[in-house]
């Protein structure tokens, strides 16, 4: 829930540092519409924006403990609020409200910084202590609620919920991050903490963060690390599932309406389930699907889960032209570049959950990560295990082809040219045997497994303008991978790196980002972070954690989940993504040429002229990524440019 902004001076605050806060407050109001708070002192400003989810009367914000100088603005939800507030009343605390939020200034009271260790769930707040003149922000563990902060030139430091707030502020220059750049063109998002802006940052995942007089400067640490998850030799079946049902008993609380996101997947009826058996009302499922009801349309699936559990189910049907229209609103609601396709369909979801007047959202993202669903994933291991063994040219390179090498497509001429094109596979064998000839000191193969990194960073260089041209190299990916720690498993690396990239700025930023922005709050079950410990633990002490379809997970949910629903084969959330880029790059892609990406030479016009063309048979798929990438990353910052405030509002 909510919005939060603020800033800190370590003197004194100015008169237009807090007029900045009042505009961020403002370019918030979308994740809080229903009411707004602000606490100024000499050096800090708290500002708020409310969706109202828990203790709809009283839950008002800023929010103070047993001082008056102790005050907080919290954005999310603590799912164990009521465990913790029984607790502190037990300690002799006179809590104000019924509220989760308020459990963060009182515990903070009584236990110090390290209170944030007895927190669950989805949050990102700052605490103001005004005795010892201190400003405390927090991350969540696993970053499902957003964080950025900026430094003014007047020493100023700024923080709002969404980049878009920090640019409206009108204190933080749109001057491009080059290298963060790159890397979204390889990762299709900016992994943290950097973020498309030279000039803003991310507080990363399970960070807090210490402003004072003295310490002025913003240097995030860690209070949690997945890494230091313990080893865990118990059932894997028995402790998932003791898991799912203790989350699934937490985070369904709320005093208004709650819906699912339903495929027909085994993710998202394990989320409806667990909604259905906890929530203390009915509950809505919600599905997408597309003209034609083409092999990735779901909604028959979906629809026969949800009369299974006895719900009703709204469906959406999207096509290429809805797409292109809301091509803009996307961009604006997702905050920051994010290029999958799929967003499209995340968000039309989360508008039809808007209109029914659904305020909390379940959906399923972060089994397939914890879980080894991917088949990429588990790639990565064998050839990291392969790596260790330090294999010779021609050991790498026979692996490699036993692996990559395969027969021609039946039945599919764009395949079939595709294959051609890679010439069976062969290119993908050569790319395989030097990550294995990589020497010890670099980072595993993870990403570059699922993506053709190579190819990508060719693209990427031929496309490039002069700002971009010197950073758009192959190493500029690969030093954002995470440091294998000393005695880890490749394993828990692996785990590790695609929670702290893909899972956090795709799925998860998605789920925040399409949700807050109609007013609605989505909420993660998979990533509950005594979840997630356990199934890493887990990883470490059983053989069988990589194997395929998910067999913990379905053992686990047996008896709630049907045959039907537990054997059903795999299918990804994937919309037809050809002819929705297609249609995109004939709309928009001549907009390129004259646009912002070519102004600050981060395209070249070349680039843009290639890019403005529909794709052909042999570009096995990366050119229409490269030319969805472009078109939400030009948009991105014309939207951002639109949030800078006039001259005379400031």
């Known amino acids: 829930m909510c919005g939060i902004a603020g800033a800190f001076h370590p003197d004194v605050l100015s008169p237009s540092a807090v007029a900045a806060v009042r505009r961020m407050q403002a370019a918030l109001a979308h994740r809080g519409p229903d009411g707004e708070g602000l606490f100024q002192s000499r050096r ?36 164990n609020y009521l465990e913790l507030r029984q607790a502190l009343l037990a300690r002799g605390a006179r809590l104000r409200t019924v509220g989760d939020s308020e459990v963060v200034p009182w515990l903070y009271e009584r236990d110090g910084e390290r209170f944030v260790e007895a927190l669950r769930g989805a949050y990102a707040f ?17 970053g499902e609620k957003p964080l950025a902060y900026a430094t003014g030139g007047d020493g100023t430091f700024y923080f709002a919920s969404e980049i ?10 749109l001057d491009p991050d080059p290298v963060a750049i790159n890397r979204y063109f390889h990762f299709r998002f900016v992994p943290e903490p950097a973020t498309p802006l030279a000039a803003v940052r991310k507080l990363p995942a399970g960070h807090r963060l ?46 208004v309406p709650v819906g699912v996101a339903l495929s027909g997947g085994l993710d998202s009826s394990i989320v409806a389930s667990l909604a259905v058996r906890h929530a203390a009302g009915p509950v809505k499922a919600f599905s997408v699907g597309y003209p034609g009801r083409p092999p990735c349309d779901e909604r028959a699936d979906a629809s026969a889960f949800a009369r299974h559990l006895g719900i009703d189910c709204i469906e959406v049907e999207l096509d290429a032209s809805d797409v292109v229209a809301g091509f803009d609103g996307l961009v604006a609601d997702m905050a920051e570049p994010i290029a999958d396709v799929a967003g499209s369909s995340y968000r039309a979801v989360m508008r039809a959950a808007s209109r029914e007047g659904i305020k909390v959202m379940f959906q399923g993202q972060g089994a397939d990560e914890l879980f080894w669903s991917y088949g990429w994933m588990r790639q990565a291991l064998r050839e990291n295990e392969l790596r260790d063994g330090q294999p010779g040219y021609l050991q790498a390179l026979a692996a490699s082809l036993r692996d990559r090498m395969r027969g021609p497509p039946l039945g599919s001429p764009r395949g079939l040219a595709q294959w051609l094109v890679q010439g069976g596979g062969f290119a993908d064998a050569l790319a395989q045997a030097g990550r294995l000839r990589r020497g010890p000191e670099a980072a595993g193969a993870f990403w570059d497994v699922a993506r053709p990194a190579g190819r990508i960073a060719d693209a990427v260089a031929g496309i490039a303008g002069p700002r971009l041209a010197p950073e758009a190299r192959l190493d500029g990916l690969l030093a954002s991978f995470p440091r294998r720690g000393r005695g880890e498993s490749w394993r828990r690396w692996l785990v590790r790196a695609i929670l702290a990239t893909y899972l956090l700025e795709n799925g998860i930023s998605q789920a925040d980002r399409y949700s807050m922005a109609t007013g609605v709050e989505a909420r993660l079950p998979f990533v509950d972070h005594v979840l997630v410990e356990h199934a890493v633990g887990l990883n470490d002490a059983c053989a069988d954690a990589v194997a395929p379809g998910k067999r913990w997970l379905r053992a686990a949910v047996a ?31 001549a907009e390129l040429a004259s646009g912002d990406l070519v102004g600050t030479g981060l395209l070249s016009r070349e680039g843009a002229r290639r890019l403005s063309r529909p794709s052909g048979r042999f ?5 229409d ?15 951002m440019r639109a949030r800078v405030p006039s001259p005379g509002g400031q």
Do not use: C
């Open 126 to 142: 700052a605490l103001w202590d005004e005795a010892r003149q201190q400003l405390m922000l927090v991350r969540d563990r696993l």
């Open 619 to 623: 570009d096995r798929g990366l050119r």
């Open 210 to 255: 210490l402003l004072s007089p003295e310490s002025p400067q913003p240097v995030p640490t860690p209070y949690w690390d997945v890494a230091h998850a313990p080893r865990l030799d118990r059932d894997p079946v028995e402790v998932i599932r003791g898991d799912l049902e203790d989350v699934g008993r937490i985070i369904v609380r709320s005093d």
């Open 164 to 173: 878009g707030a920090l640019v409206a502020s009108g204190m933080v220059p």
């Open 44 to 79: 800090v400003a708290l500002a708020h924006r409310r969706l109202s989810i828990i203790d709809l009367d009283g839950g008002r914000q800023p929010v103070r403990g047993e001082h008056e100088g102790v005050v907080a603005v919290v954005n999310g939800e603590v799912y």
């Open 625 to 639: 990524q490269i030319a969805y990438q472009t078109l939400v990353l030009e948009q991105w910052f014309r939207s």
């Open 559 to 589: 008896q709630d989940i049907p045959e039907w629903v537990l054997n059903r084969p795999k299918r990804g959330f994937s919309p037809p993504t050809r002819d929705w880029v297609a249609s995109l790059v004939r709309e928009r892609g």
